[in-house]
């Protein structure tokens, strides 16, 4: 990209070369220079190469992802007075990254000609695009192969810290998901993650070099990160009803929610094997649970009594469902009223950028405080896998359809 010849210099020795070097580099008779180094130069990528290699920069609020070992020393009798034994543990990569959810433009949309300036002036344009974070992350998440496996089980997490610190977690695979939405305030994403292996900059086949001849390595970061709006409360609609499709009865409007949360938890765990590595030979995925709660402005009596008379059904077919939305207001200025905008049709919404829901919803009596604040109620709620929709408990797909199971291709032996 062209600089502001304003403000270079002729005189290269003034900008320091050993900056662009490791801080500790081979060991010589002198301690070396210690640079300070930000954080904010750093950076986290995830690459999901059968997901159409999707790439997304996550614009992450902290990222503790990190390769750790125990080691640990046998408590033997012999003889001495300290311990004289170490034993190893397997290397483990796991941690977590918290993100606000965001609506985006993507690299590839972005060198269509006009395309940034058209998408600020046009909120129907590339609407789809909007969403692509939202669903990369939840399709990385939830969709299973025919053998139950995750899909997207070669995704990768590239991380910088600095110029000479990045590495490459291999093999990730989602343990927990979990979004809150509560009002007056951001949409935030917390993913747990369980990885394969740490891979240092330099073993890295396709990152390139920092710098020409360094020999430093490090992600290639995405050559275009829009101003992006992080998506709100008021960008999201949550929505509850009953009955089986097309008897569709409402339980709960999204004018009436303050809070909602839900976790995906695929309960991710690794596999060792005597193959000569301290690492897992593999890590695996197990049976999913999907759970949540609402909190309520004051006592909603159909969703009360949903919960109360759990005992006179011996099944359940309520759904929770919930849509994204970029560039609607509901308010009516001419009529000081709101317009409804809830999914309650069998098809997705035409106009959301992202709609989901969650079948074989069960439901907890709700819980109240009595206070001299806001009168509000809490309910608990688990999604349980549906027959209606493949044996699943979410379902979802593009704008204007009907809904349908994420892993439609299982079971294998179906």
Not at 90 to 104: H, Q, R, T, Y
Not at 258 to 277: K, M, V
Request: glycine share 8%.
């Amino acid at each position: 990209m062209p600089c502001d010849t304003t403000c270079l210099t002729s005189d290269s020795s003034l900008i320091d070369p050993q900056l662009w070097l490791p801080n500790i580099g081979p060991l010589g008779p002198d301690p070396t220079q210690m640079f300070a180094n930000m954080g904010w130069v750093g950076y986290v990528i995830l690459k999901l190469p059968k997901l159409n290699n999707a790439k997304n920069i996550l614009r992450v609020t902290s990222a503790d992802v990190n390769l750790s070992q125990e080691i640990t020393m046998p408590d033997v009798i012999d003889g001495r007075i300290d311990r004289t034994l170490y034993q190893l543990g397997p290397k483990i990569v796991e941690g977590s990254f918290a993100m606000p959810v965001v609506a985006d433009l993507t690299e590839s949309q972005i060198n269509q000609e006009g395309a940034s300036c058209r998408a600020e002036n046009d909120v129907s344009y590339l609407r789809a695009t909007a969403g692509s974070l939202l669903n990369n992350v939840w399709c990385w998440t939830t969709q299973r192969g025919p053998q139950g496996r995750l899909v997207y089980d070669d995704a990768s997490l590239d991380v910088r810290y600095a110029n000479h610190a990045a590495f490459r977690f291999d093999r990730v695979l989602v343990n927990t998901l979990s979004m809150t939405a509560a009002q007056s305030d951001a949409i935030n994403f917390d993913v747990n993650v369980i990885g394969r292996a740490r891979i240092p900059a330099a073993d890295v086949v396709d990152w390139p070099e920092i710098d020409g001849g360094s020999g430093n390595k490090g992600p290639d970061i995405i050559p275009f990160l829009s101003p992006a709006r992080v998506l709100t409360w008021n960008d999201i609609t949550v929505n509850g009803v009953q009955g089986c499709a097309g008897t569709f009865t409402p339980l709960f409007y999204s004018n009436q929610v303050r809070e909602f949360s839900f976790e995906i938890n695929n309960n991710a765990d690794r596999f060792f094997g005597l193959g000569g590595s301290l690492f897992p030979i593999d890590i695996n995925v197990g049976k999913r649970e999907i759970t949540g709660s609402l909190t309520l402005m004051g006592l909603q009596e159909a969703l009360r009594r949903r919960a109360d008379t759990n005992a006179s059904r011996f099944t359940s077919k309520d759904e929770i469902r919930m849509a994204f939305y970029v560039g609607s207001e509901t308010y009516n200025p001419s009529t000081g009223l709101f317009n409804s905008r809830d999914w309650v049709s069998a098809n997705s919404p035409t106009d959301s950028i992202f709609a989901k829901k969650f079948v074989g919803v069960v439901y907890n009596i709700e819980t109240m405080t009595l206070t001299n604040e806001l009168y509000e109620t809490t309910v608990e709620w688990r999604a349980l896998a549906d027959d209606t929709e493949n044996y699943e408990a979410i379902a979802g797909s593009s704008a204007g359809q009907e809904p349908g199971s994420p892993s439609c291709y299982f079971p294998a032996w179906a």
